[in-house]
């Protein structure tokens, strides 16, 4: 088990070695181009997908589940990211990208509930981009994205220091104390700081990097990256309520009211937009399975 000095020094050894550390597929990166770009429309992100009969097939899957299914089933992938969304089409590719750069491989780490408070944090974060006037400026495809990438800290950290993981496990089920907390206590940083560092590796927008770093802390990073920081760390706290928490992630410390309140979404939109986020949570179970 290392210690807070000697974990520093070997997360950017992992880093700096390339070998070992994840990449982001060549896909997933061609997918978020066309979704930024204004021009492609739903027929070329169709064309990008249909290469890859894995991606496909899970598409046409999600798209034909309860939670999205209505009338006929689709066959093909442009009915499926049709029916789908741009949306909810992004979140399955850049989830399904970051499964597979990272594998199967999971020591302690419930991947399927990973991927179900994840994908729920992402759309959650989206939306209520939209719905809060505080942080209305914020941009809802960057709140998208750190959202679903905010925990990939937890990947890495269950991925290439299982010890470390496990130790943190222990203490924080012992303890009921927040994970991050014990993260910092033990290895001088927690998952949202590491997480920012692949992301970096990965070159993501700084903005998007600097809130993953500091979700647990969001008054701490200024800013755009600041902002995006409270829109994750609220998201998290009404995923969590309404019960796609990831364990001992301290988002429990507040109400959704305090959220709202915090996010000044008005009185009038609060009740459609919790329901909206219980069925969020739902979807998220369905790109799950
Ligand atoms: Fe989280
Ligand atoms: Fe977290």
Redesign the pocket.
Same mark, same amino acid.
């Given at each position: 088990m290392k210690t807070a000095t000697e974990f520093g020094p070997s997360l950017e050894a992992l880093l700096q070695s390339g070998k070992q550390l994840p990449s982001l597929p060549v896909l997933v990166i061609q997918v978020q181009k066309a979704l930024a770009n204004e021009m492609s429309g739903l027929r070329d992100i169709a064309q990008i997908i249909d290469r890859d009969p894995a991606l496909t097939a899970r598409l046409l899957r999600v798209a034909n589940s309860a939670a999205f299914s209505r009338g006929d089933p689709v066959t093909n992938i442009g009915a499926a990211v049709g029916r789908l969304g741009m949306g909810h089409v992004r979140s399955l590719c850049l989830a399904v990208g970051v499964v597979r750069a990272f594998g199967d491989a999971s020591h302690r780490l419930d991947h399927k509930r990973y991927w179900q #408070?994840?994908a729920s944090?992402g759309m959650v974060s989206e939306r209520l981009t939209s719905e809060s006037k505080r942080y209305a400026r914020v941009d809802g495809a960057e709140a998208y994205t750190a959202g679903l990438l #905010?925990?990939v800290g937890l990947l890495i950290l269950d991925q290439f220091f299982p010890e470390e993981f496990a130790g943190v496990q222990e203490e924080t089920d012992g303890d009921l104390e927040a994970r991050w907390r014990v993260e910092q206590a033990r290895l001088g940083l927690d998952h949202g700081a590491v997480g920012g560092r692949l992301l970096e590796r990965w070159q993501l927008p700084d903005a998007v990097r600097l809130a993953v770093a500091g #979700?647990h802390q969001p008054e701490s990073a200024a800013g755009p990256a600041g902002e995006l920081a409270q829109v994750i760390w609220g998201a *998290?706290a009404l995923c969590s309520a309404l019960g796609v928490e990831?364990g001992q *992630?301290g988002?429990a410390e507040i109400t959704p009211t305090e959220v709202l309140d915090q996010c000044e979404v008005p009185a009038d939109r609060r009740e459609a937009f919790l329901a909206e986020v219980g069925l969020i949570g739902e979807r998220a179970l369905a790109f799950t399975h």
């Open positions: #408070h994840s944090v #905010h925990d #979700h *998290e990831l *992630e988002a």
